[in-house]
């Protein structure tokens, strides 16, 4: 089990850039696939990106392709969601969560260790 604390949300312009973070308490840090997912009012909770542990790879929605980058320092047991481009519909909380085991995991079903949220609001 592992605790996670996600920071860098706030309220930004459309086109404006966001970059949050996700400190991951534990010392098998690279044992752990670490997702991105977010929540908007009345929805489910969504995948957004993930990054496995083991290796450079990365997950990302279509929604967000080519707009978010994952990325993960080691050194820092840190794993950061770089938002460019933002886009009113990617106004929602965002949560980090891990699992695990290095896995292609896109359901939240699939991750048991959840940080508190960090609240995202882009205005048009």
Do not use: H
Not at 47 to 53: C, Q
Not at 82 to 88: A, E
Not at 99 to 124: E, F
């Amino acid at each position: 089990q592992v605790q996670l604390v996600e920071s860098g949300g706030g309220s930004v312009q459309a086109g404006d850039s966001l970059r949050l973070a996700c400190a991951v308490s534990g010392r098998t840090f690279r044992r752990y696939t670490v997702g991105w997912f977010r929540q908007a009012p009345g929805k489910e909770r969504e995948f957004v990106a993930s990054n496995l542990g083991t290796d450079t790879r990365a997950y990302y929605a279509d929604s967000v392709l080519g707009r978010f980058v994952i990325s993960r320092d080691s050194a820092e047991n840190t794993v950061y969601l770089q938002m460019n481009s933002l886009k009113p519909v990617d106004t929602a909380v965002y949560y980090c969560a891990a699992r695990l085991g290095s896995i292609r995991a896109l359901s939240p079903s699939l991750y048991a260790d959840w940080g508190q949220g960090t609240q995202v609001t882009v205005s048009s």
